[in-house]
């Protein structure tokens, strides 16, 4: 199975765990099979394995989310980078002139999209695999998966198939009704639009031909910028008479606000927590170091991060997003391809942080013109580079950097470093990078 998993997201929905680089699907709040802690990515990845071991799993997302995709899933997941968000359809296009021109994978076999963060059992990913089957059978151009609603609702768009059968052909499709009608809908046998369909590549390589001007992924990629914002539904699938759908009757969520999130958590409290018994409806997710004690709380979520607090009522908490959007302030953690950063403190001429390198994992190596930088190693082992000069670091040890040299760390085994920024411009702009000589 060929699939592509589309990841975007701002990270408002769910603040403050969520931000404009670890969108939603990045927080980790289930279980895996043996208790540890795991994103709705890695949770999808790890479900996608277990139905498909030798599935090519392709992760269509914005450069900023690179780094985080990398640290959770590591390099055995192919990654198609946009340029700049563009909207669906360019971004579907090419990631599949990506299958297709940089994978070298046939025009011929059929690839499944699908949202990289729904909240679905096992048989979600067999549906995908046979959606995948009936995309090769070619009797239809488009092969949509539709869920069975189970209650009318006003959050997601409806396909009108043909007859209520399990395979059926698609009569047109519905935007977003009010209640009223959501109910005539179900009666009707209609659908929710859970955004996943599967193609075989040649039909999206040729319309994506049809509607832009390019000649390849690699000519696709350098005019992205100027390509025009627009939905896959309505570029393509809209336009598409021959579709078809397939009934999918089985548990299927989108966890997009915090009322939903928290219907699906398994624990009342992640992170450190304290809650009297008159606490009711209660759910706590705190990423500090410090606990969190509740008191006579009912129907309320409380979040804590080093991008904030959240203390809201669960209905109240899907209207989240305008005032998050008033929220100036730079991103306090984030994960990277070698591990993570956390801000401890803003000073008028300074940051500090705590960063965490993996084992095995390095910085790349760069240089700073505006700013001095000075590491403290917290614990660990590992080596130092500064303009070509190598040195063994333990817990303890101090790397002093003036603006304008070349440095790196590599973490010989998992390593903690303060790392205090000096200066008057502090910006994460403010970065060139450099190959390192081996």
Known sequence: MNIILLSGGSGKRLWPLSNDIRSKQFIKIFKDEVGNYESMLQRVYRQIRTIDDGAAV??????????????????????????????????????????????????????????????????????????????????????????????????????????????SKVQTFKEKPNAEIAAEYIEQGALWNGGVFAYQLKYVLQKAHELLDFTDYYDLYAKYETLEKI??????????????????????????????????????????????????????????????????????VVSASPEGILVANKEQSSYIKSFVDAIKQQVMFAEKSWGSFRVLDVGENSLTIKVTLKAGNKMNY????????????ISGSGRTIVDGMEQQVTAGDVITMQAGCRHTIIADSKLEVMEVQLGREISVHDKQKFELEE
């Open 58 to 167: 392709t992760v269509a997302t914005s450069k900023t989310q690179v780094s985080a995709i990398r640290n959770q899933l590591g390099d055995s997941v192919g990654i198609s980078v946009e340029p700049c968000r563009r909207d669906t359809f360019p971004a579907i296009a090419l990631a599949t002139f990506y299958l297709h021109d940089v994978l070298g994978i046939s025009a011929e076999e059929a690839v499944v999209v699908c949202p990289v963060d729904p909240y679905v059992s096992d048989e979600y990913f067999v549906a995908l695999k046979e959606l995948g089957h009936l995309a090769v059978q070619g009797d239809a151009k488009l092969v949509l998966m539709g869920v069975e609603p189970t209650y009318p609702s006003e959050k997601y768009g409806w396909i009108i198939p043909e007859t209520k059968d399990e395979i």
């Open 231 to 300: 939905s896959f539904d309505y570029a393509v699938v809209e336009q598409e008479k021959n579709i078809k759908v397939k009934r999918f009757n089985g548990s299927w969520k989108d966890l997009g606000t915090w009322n939903t999130l928290t219907e699906a958590m398994e624990e009342q409290a992640i992170g450190q927590a304290i809650m009297n018994e008159q606490c009711q409806n209660l759910h706590v997710l705190n990423e500090l170091d410090v606990p969190v004690l509740c008191m006579g709380l009912k129907d309320m």
């Open 366 to 377: 760069h240089s700073h013109e505006r700013r001095d930088e000075v590491w403290t190693i």
